[in-house]
């Protein structure tokens, strides 16, 4: 350890480490080197950015053992980064992140960036009201908020471990005179209000594709992923009920994953019509915006 002491030597080591025990990506980062650059300078509480003027400084011996500790169990326990520095960035927003929920990575924020062009116009005379539906770390909703600086939402997750988080990611944020985090099985907990826009990341991964999860996705709660033997028995149960909580021009943002194409599949036969899926910049799949007159059309098929 002796020899490494300057935040250049530590992302040298770490990207020499990951060379000799790979580890799989997709949380957050697309290469080593983002992947390297993420947890040294976020163990160190750094600018994620990786300013250059900063490689050169020396650690301190604290600091040194810290990152050690770190690289050890990121490369031998596989332990995804945001879990290690208990941060996660996300649409360009810090989120406190820890291993009782998901880590961010929906591409979502690419419609919340352009303000849910073309499929939603914000009402001119009122602030919007949304629900962010399995809400997890709040990531969506507090991303939604900052978008719409007059909106008011609801932060929604069945399990009260995940509420704590986003509850704390809320206050990070000072969001808490607009944004409510509520302990809820879906909507079953929600008061009879309706909602502009619905996001909702839920549990999608079917049993084949849980039994392959690389060991980095198996550290996140199963309960954030598994849905059933196809991964879309909570799906179905939301989009039954959606319609219900939506005002008359409101949205529904949904993500599926993998499991887009038998939900693709059901739809289509059972209404003619199949869904609409988007495209994004920066990838990503299995996301479609369904309007309250299409919702209504699909409450008969499930």
Known sequence: MTELLTIRDFLR???SEFARYPIELGHGNDSLWDEALALVFGALALPPDGDERLLD?????????????????????????????KKAWYAGLPFIIDERVLIPRSPIFELIQVDFNPWFEAPVDRPIRFLDLCTGS????ITTALSFE??????VDLDDGACAVARAN????????????IQSDGFDGLLDVVFDIILCNPPYVDSEDMARLPPEYQKEPELALRSGA???ELVRRLL???TDWLSDEGIMILEVGNTWGLLDREVTTRTGKPI???????GGHGICVLSKHELNTLYSTF
């Open 13 to 15: 080591f770490t990207l």
């Open 57 to 85: 400084a020396r650690l301190t011996s604290d600091e040194r053992q810290l990152l050690l500790g770190l690289i050890d169990q990121r490369v031998h326990y596989r332990i995804p980064v945001p879990y290690l520095t």
């Open 138 to 141: 709040g990531c969506l909703g």
């Open 150 to 155: 007059e909106s008011t939402g609801i932060l």
């Open 170 to 181: 809320v206050a990070f944020h000072q969001l808490g005179h607009r944004l409510e985090v």
């Open 230 to 232: 196809d991964g879309l």
């Open 240 to 242: 039954s009920q959606a």
């Open 276 to 282: 609409q899926w988007l495209d994004f910049e920066h």
